[in-house]
């Protein structure tokens, strides 16, 4: 863009799209699509909901056995669930 004066009836800014000169769209992001859902039926007659994954971990709950829960991700042999409105962890060999 030259600097100087404007011309009655000069678009600085259509004339710059005309040369060439207009910015290129932004690349789309890539469409990350969801992914289903995965739950856990609890073997065990009952098992605790631990606050780490680590066996040390405090208890913040206990499943019953058949309680299906939603598993939103995993730490080694350790499921992450939501339990009651917080995370939790259960050890994965006691559920199918």
Same mark, same amino acid.
């Given at each position: 863009?030259?600097?100087?004066?404007?011309?009655?009836?000069?678009?600085?800014?259509?004339?710059?799209? @005309?040369?060439? $000169?207009? /910015?290129?769209?932004?690349?789309?992001?890539?469409?990350? +699509?969801?992914?289903? &859902?995965?739950?856990?039926?609890?073997?065990?007659?009952?098992?605790?909901?631990?606050?780490?994954?680590?066996?040390?971990?405090?208890?913040?709950?206990?499943?019953? @056995?058949?309680? $299906?829960? /939603?598993?939103?991700?995993?730490?080694?042999?350790?499921? +992450?669930?939501?339990? &009651?409105?917080?995370?939790?962890?259960?050890?994965?060999?006691?559920?199918?």
């Amino acid at each position: 863009m030259q600097v100087g004066y404007l011309v009655a009836g000069e678009d600085p800014v259509k004339d710059e799209v @005309k040369e060439g $000169k207009e /910015e290129k769209p932004v690349e789309n992001k890539p469409v990350i +699509k969801p992914q289903p &859902k995965k739950y856990v039926t609890v073997t065990a007659s009952s098992l605790y909901v631990r606050s780490s994954y680590k066996k040390e971990a405090r208890a913040i709950g206990s499943l019953k @056995k058949g309680t $299906k829960v /939603e598993v939103v991700g995993q730490v080694g042999n350790w499921l +992450k669930i939501n339990y &009651k409105g917080k995370t939790g962890y259960i050890y994965k060999a006691y559920t199918k």
